[in-house]
């Protein structure tokens, strides 16, 4: 199947710095999505890209579609603690994730104050 | 207004007991999905379910089955439980776009 590298596997900062990750695949992806998850909990929807070179925000989230459509990255501006948990990408050609997402391994984001 | 729940929320087995991990939604979502999640691994597909009625493999569906059994449940079966499905199952909703409803896990481990 595809494969997702998603790095840096695990992060640790300072509240208030900005972070970065990305996400690459060896194979096109039609949308990147970028997903949070908290303990316990299954993820959310963070931001999803629909088209190669787009540039979304979601508040102090920033996510880009790689022009090669193999690629994404995800930057958090002025971390605050409720940042933490575990951030994943996921790509998709199904159309609306009807067939699943596949999904990265994960970037474990650990603030400290 | 639950979401999607899923049961148990912890089982632990013995290697070749078998059990079903239950998911029922209440969004009238058509499509469902079974992931697992592994340290280190992201979560992988089980296997999905576009509709009532139809039922699809996804990237690891080896040692599963499913049971799409009306609009709202979709349960996972394993019938001979092995360590190495030791791991925490997610069960997934979709409404049409990207913004799947997940439920909160059944930690499963098999010893």
């Known amino acids: 199947g595809q494969q997702l590298n998603q790095s840096p596997q695990s992060m640790f900062i300072q509240e208030g710095e900005d972070v970065s990750m990305n996400c690459t695949s060896s194979?096109?992806?039609?949308?990147w999505l970028w997903y949070k998850q908290e303990p316990g909990e299954g993820p959310v929807l963070l931001i999803a890209?629909?088209?190669?070179?787009e540039l979304t925000s979601n508040g102090r989230l920033t996510a880009q579609f790689g022009i090669t459509r193999k690629d994404s990255f995800l930057n958090i501006s002025a971390s605050i603690p409720s940042d933490v948990g575990i951030y994943f990408c996921?790509?998709?050609?199904?159309?609306?994730?009807?067939?699943?997402?596949?999904f990265g391994k994960g970037t474990h984001l650990i603030i400290q104050p | 207004n639950a979401g999607v729940t899923q049961t148990p929320k912890f089982q632990v087995l013995k290697t070749g007991q078998s059990m079903t991990l239950q998911c029922a939604q209440d969004?009238?979502?058509?499509?469902m999905y079974w992931y697992r999640q592994d340290p280190g691994m992201g979560l992988r597909l089980i296997y999905y379910?576009?509709?009532?009625?139809?039922?699809d493999k996804g990237e690891v569906p080896n040692g599963y089955n499913v049971s799409r059994l009306n609009k709202r449940e979709f349960s996972l079966r394993l019938e001979s439980a092995a360590p190495s499905q030791t791991s925490v199952y997610f069960c997934?909703?979709?409404?049409?776009?990207?913004?799947?409803?997940f439920g909160s896990g059944t930690r499963l481990t098999v010893v």
């Open positions: 996921a790509g998709d050609n199904s159309g609306g994730g009807a067939d699943g997402l596949t």
């Open positions: 194979s096109i992806f039609n949308t």
């Open positions: 890209l629909y088209k190669a070179g």
């Open positions: 969004m009238n979502h058509n499509s």
């Open positions: 379910s576009a509709s009532e009625g139809t039922t």
């Open positions: 997934a909703t979709n409404p049409g776009g990207y913004g799947y409803t």
